[in-house]
Nanobody, 126 residues
């Protein structure tokens, strides 16, 4: 069983919405992040939550459109993506830091995350 698993990707027209899910099993964590990657580009941070502190962080490009939410009972984290744009297309990865938290200055740094999912594809078309 994979410790971190994403789901919910798909194809959508620009302006549409998708909700991605991240299921975490067998791990405790205090920081969960979402990243995306397109071919030839580095994986970039989209959003993250410091669950112990209750803080959330978003890339400027998604602020006001993407929202994180958590279901503690199910150990799930969701990324609600609204008003999707062509540039939101990419493989979306969920990752957790099983050893420490994250902050406004660290959440987008890939190296702080210790477990990664396999990714789920999001394709936005015109």
């Amino acid at each position: 069983v994979q410790a971190v698993a994403e789901s919910g990707g798909g194809s959508v027209q620009a302006g549409g919405s998708l909700r991605l899910s991240c299921a975490v099993s067998g791990l405790t964590y205090s920081c969960l992040g979402w990243f995306r990657q397109t071919p030839g580009s580095q994986r970039e941070g989209v959003a993250a939550a410091y669950t112990r502190g209750g803080s959330t962080y978003y890339a400027d490009s998604v602020k006001g459109r993407f929202t994180l939410s958590q279901d503690n009972a199910e150990n799930m984290m969701y990324l609600q993506m609204n008003d999707l744009k062509l540039e939101d297309t990419g493989m979306y990865y969920c990752a957790v830091n099983a050893w420490a938290g994250c902050s406004a200055g660290s959440w987008s740094h890939r190296e702080i995350y210790t477990e990664w999912g396999q990714g789920t594809q999001v394709t936005v078309s015109s």
